[in-house]
């Protein structure tokens, strides 16, 4: 049983884990994500210096990074009871991967694009609900981080009223949703003193174009 979770485990963390924004600059672009931008790699950074193309790209593996994790959980499953407990330990590695990549020296990005894949899987309700507070603080404040954390801090509230994963589950999902948001907005603290001290970006303003030439190759990575 210990081992089950030992590979339910692996499995989220190594899906989790794939440096997507980072790969993706340095095969189209040779430039190292790390070094441009916010120098963080998550897509948001990527639409920052890459463009739309490379963030929907870099947005939608990063989804389905803690999306997959959770849908094959249940196949490690030697009995029914153990599938969403496995689901869970999945879905945190998942996060924990891509915050904590192995690939590109334990750095990565904040988790959010992950996450929101990690409870398409277990409450696609509430993450869908989750979504439409993102766009709505998006549309009217231009702000991702602000939009990203307001969404987090509204999935547990959203899978309690909803109750979803049943009356066995759903108080447990709350608090996984609870302790992931709280990781999401802890990983946004710079964005925080930003947005107080009216530093914060809004999306599109400052956005350099990629550049047409190597900036960065793996020597430098």
């Known amino acids: ?41 998550g897509a948001t950074n990527v639409h920052r210096v890459l463009g739309k193309g490379p963030f929907a790209a870099t947005l939608t593996c990063d989804i389905l990074k803690g999306m997959l994790p959770v849908l094959l959980a249940p196949r490690l499953a030697p009995s029914p009871a153990m599938i969403v407990p496995l689901q869970l330990v999945a879905g945190v590695a998942a996060v924990i991967g891509h915050t904590l990549s192995f690939w590109v020296g334990f750095r990565g990005g904040k988790g959010v694009a992950t996450g929101l894949g990690v409870f398409l899987g277990l409450a696609p309700k509430s993450s869908i609900l989750a979504m439409v507070v993102f766009l709505a603080v998006l549309v009217t404040t231009r702000y991702v981080s602000l939009g990203s954390m307001l969404a987090a801090a509204a999935l547990p509230a959203a899978i309690y009223f909803f109750q979803e994963g049943g009356p066995e589950w759903y108080l447990v999902f709350t608090v996984f949703a609870a302790v992931v948001a709280g990781f999401i907005i802890f990983k946004h603290r710079t964005n925080i003193r930003r947005l107080v001290r009216g530093e914060e970006l809004a999306l599109g303003a400052g956005a350099p174009a990629a550049p047409a030439t190597p900036a960065t190759t793996l020597d430098d990575a």
């Open 1 to 41: 049983m210990d081992l089950t979770y030992g590979y339910a485990f692996l499995l989220g963390y190594l899906l989790g884990a794939i440096p997507t924004a980072y790969w993706l600059g340095l095969a189209i672009y040779r430039i190292n994500i790390f070094e441009h931008g916010s120098r963080n790699m």
